[in-house]
């Protein structure tokens, strides 16, 4: 058991920590406090960081090389995760593009797609988005009413997708649509590339409850999209977007980095605000501290037992889900924590001098429990692929589309 | 990174499952309640070597890192065996010392280690039956005899007896910071003892909500039981992680003992209350009856949450250490 890296990973962390020092001056990086940065606001910024951090190397670590990729391990992608967010590199524009729908058209596409998308993707060129979720179907993603069809060459597509991060920068989108209603829901779907500059595209930002615009909803009115574009077979959606879901669970559930602020900055917020409570408060207040330090460090070190998983070649299984849901209840655990350290303030939205840290993660979490996957699927799928639990009994999976409940 | 067994520990694991699973069960534990023996006792945890994992190999034992006992004590936690592998870690720790006293406790000398006063001890682990007793007094590490009284049991594999001591030895003066990593060592190894019984608790539901049917179909498939387990699992897979490191940590990087131990005791604390309690509530009627083990993992579950600092004292522990730094930078 030991914590260092193995001797060719500190040789690869030494080499991509010099990467970054060597290209500073051009990336985008994160003042203290900060957590994210705004595409709306700099997306011009992130796209060239992500072409610096190309050329040095350090984007699609884990991609073939014949695709602009690295050919490296999962390891050497979770340092490069790990080392980026050590020299406060906001995520990439592209994170989703890599993560999720580059994967996609290596697996599915055709040769013309691979050539003319992946290189572009890991350069920013082109930035994507993944459009899966709709009004009426979120964690039932299969229920998804968006519809293709089939005219002449061409596909013409009509519906709502939502939740899209990053719609209002991409360029382009992988697109789940149901393309044979008679057909049971799973049957019945198949996936696109869509040009997001297409004629009858429309994207709008959505609000969230801490008043930032992180998502989008995108109206698509009789958009026509080649055939070409098409990802897998016609009815064979829904195989082609576990896929792309495996490889979300790739990219949120390893690497043992957290989810929200750090514990050593919530230890040093506790150690600034602790002194100034009244006594007997602050035996209460300790115990909420550390019962968030446990839980983080338990999300932590479990992290690390992923990470290893990674370090000796294997691929993290269904499993990786419980990092997710414990390392949010850490972070839910740190945030309350941390609001409620400031006292009278906490019922404002930012301290007297400005400080919005804690109030702003506090109302950034109840979304981090719902979205890639609620607690209550992620404990569905722990239950049933992990414990092995019997599923719930479904009505849903054998009859056709068109005469179930919708 | 390399945050795992290595194939030697899985190797001590497997023997050590071997090992209790044939000299301990609840069923013994369940007999404790009613005046039984502990199994497997500590002659065959003596035999097999277990008592002096940690005692250095010039005093008789194998001297090899606390992660190996942490290993040995997870699965004698699932069987509930007595008397608990956290008296010979602690008292390994005080004994470094004195060889001659650490190879009687490597072949099986009746020690317990006291908490609280020496002349009238806090409820301490293992006390009911033994016959030598180490404690501090005054900030003195002593040894002795003493007069042992113990309570009515609520799990008796624990062998807990408040002790007032009728002779005494000191065998280091200004023994505080001794005292303290011994009792530090010890909550790691209890932790570890509480991560077998919740496993075993986790494992024990589960198996049962895979058979047992109602309102036509089996119970794991009902979210509202399914998600109680799998609440209890992650609690689990939590409390192994900071097991592990806390025990590597007193090998390897002693400075993040007393944050790695505390984590990982109150941790222990919850999640094993946590595994038990939902295995009596997955059972339903058999669950609460005294014939089945259920109650026997819950009695263990309810008195280690108590034991060597409950887990408010733990968790107000990792709050000073992590505000004063010890997470680093």
């Known amino acids: ?406 | 990174m390399n945050f795992d067994l290595d194939a030697d520990q899985r190797d001590i694991a497997a023997g050590a499952r071997d090992f209790f699973r044939g000299s301990a069960s609840p069923a013994a534990a369940r007999a404790g309640l009613e005046g039984g023996a502990l199994e497997p006792g500590r002659k065959a945890l003596a035999d097999i070597g277990f008592l002096g994992i940690t005692v250095p190999e010039s005093a008789g034992g194998s001297g090899r890192p606390l992660l190996d006992l942490a290993v040995v004590a997870e699965q004698g936690g699932a069987v509930l065996a007595g008397p608990s592998l956290v008296t010979a870690a602690r008292a390994a720790v005080l004994l470094a010392d004195a060889p001659d006293l650490a190879a009687q406790l490597a072949e099986g000398g009746a020690f317990a280690v006291l908490d609280g006063p020496v002349d009238g001890s806090a409820p301490s682990v293992d006390a009911a039956d033994a016959t030598l007793f180490l404690g501090l007094d005054g900030g003195a590490l002593v040894v002795g005899e003493g007069e042992v009284v113990p309570g009515r049991p609520l799990d008796a594999t624990r062998g807990l007896a408040s002790v007032r001591l009728t002779s005494r030895r000191v065998l280091a003066e200004d023994a505080g910071e001794l005292w303290a990593r011994a009792r530090q060592v010890g909550a790691v190894v209890m932790a570890a003892e509480d991560l077998g019984g919740a496993d075993r608790c986790v494992q024990l539901g589960v198996a049962y909500a895979q058979e047992r049917e109602a309102f036509g179909r089996r119970i794991g498939s009902y979210q509202a039981v399914k998600h109680m387990l799998v609440d209890a699992w992650v609690g689990v897979e939590q409390l192994r992680s900071l097991v592990w490191w806390a025990a590597w940590a007193a090998d390897c990087n002693p400075a993040e003992l007393p944050l790695a131990a505390s984590a990982a005791k109150g941790c222990a604390a919850a999640s094993f209350e946590r595994a038990a309690s939902t295995l009596i509530q997955v059972h339903g009627g058999i669950g609460f009856t005294w014939e089945h083990d259920a109650h026997l993992f819950w009695r263990r579950a309810k008195v280690d949450r108590l034991l060597l600092g409950d887990e408010a004292e733990h968790l107000d522990a990792v709050a000073r250490l992590a505000v004063a730094g010890a997470l680093g930078a």
Request: net charge negative; glycine share 12%.
């Open chain 1, 1 to 406: 058991m030991d914590f260092d890296d193995s001797p060719d990973e500190a040789a690869y962390r030494s080499r991509v920590r010099a990467a970054l020092e060597e290209h500073a001056d051009e990336l985008l990086r994160l003042a203290p406090g900060q957590e994210s940065v705004d595409a709306r606001m700099q997306e011009a910024e992130m796209r060239r960081t992500q072409r610096v951090l190309h050329e040095a190397g350090l984007v699609g670590v884990t991609w073939p090389r014949e695709y602009g990729g690295q050919g490296g391990t999962l390891l050497q992608q979770a340092i490069v995760a790990q080392e980026l967010a050590r020299f406060r590199v906001p995520a990439l524009i592209n994170h989703i593009g890599m993560g999720m729908c580059g994967p996609t058209v290596i697996a599915h596409g055709s040769a013309d797609q691979r050539d003319r998308y992946l290189a572009r993707l890991l350069r920013a060129d082109d930035v994507w988005c993944q459009l899966f979720s709709e009004p009426a179907s979120g964690s039932d993603l299969a229920a998804l009413r968006t519809t293709a069809v089939r005219d002449g060459d061409d596909w013409v597509v009509n519906g709502q997708k939502v939740w899209t991060t990053l719609a209002h920068v991409s360029d382009y989108g992988i697109l789940l649509t149901r393309t044979d209603p008679d057909r049971p829901k799973h049957a019945g779907l198949t996936m696109f590339v869509v040009d997001m500059h297409a004629p009858g595209v429309t994207v709008r930002p959505l609000r969230q409850m801490g008043g930032q615009s992180d998502f989008n909803e995108v109206f698509f009115d009789d958009v026509r999209i080649p055939d070409a574009e098409r990802l897998g077979e016609p009815g064979e959606g829904w195989r082609v977007a576990l896929t792309t879901l495996m490889n979300e669970r790739v990219t949120i559930g390893g690497a043992g980095t957290a989810i929200g602020a750090p514990v050593e900055e919530f230890a040093r917020h506790a150690g600034e605000r602790l002194p100034a409570l009244d006594p007997d408060r602050q035996v209460l207040a300790r115990q909420a501290v550390g019962r968030a330090v446990v839980a983080a460090l338990g999300a932590r070190y479990t992290g690390y037992r992923r990470l290893t998983v990674l370090s000796q070649g294997g691929i993290p299984g269904p499993e990786a889900s419980a990092g997710k849901l414990a390392g949010t209840e850490a972070a839910q655990l740190m945030a309350d924590a941390g609001v409620r350290l400031l006292g009278d303030e906490a019922v404002y939205a930012a301290t007297a001098d400005g400080d919005d840290r804690w109030q702003r993660t506090q109302s950034w979490l109840p979304g981090i429990s719902i979205a890639g996957g609620t607690d209550q699927v992620l404990r569905n799928i722990l239950g049933e692929r992990v414990l092995g639990l019997p599923p719930e009994p479904r009505l849903d999976k054998t009859a056709p589309f068109s005469g179930g409940r919708r």
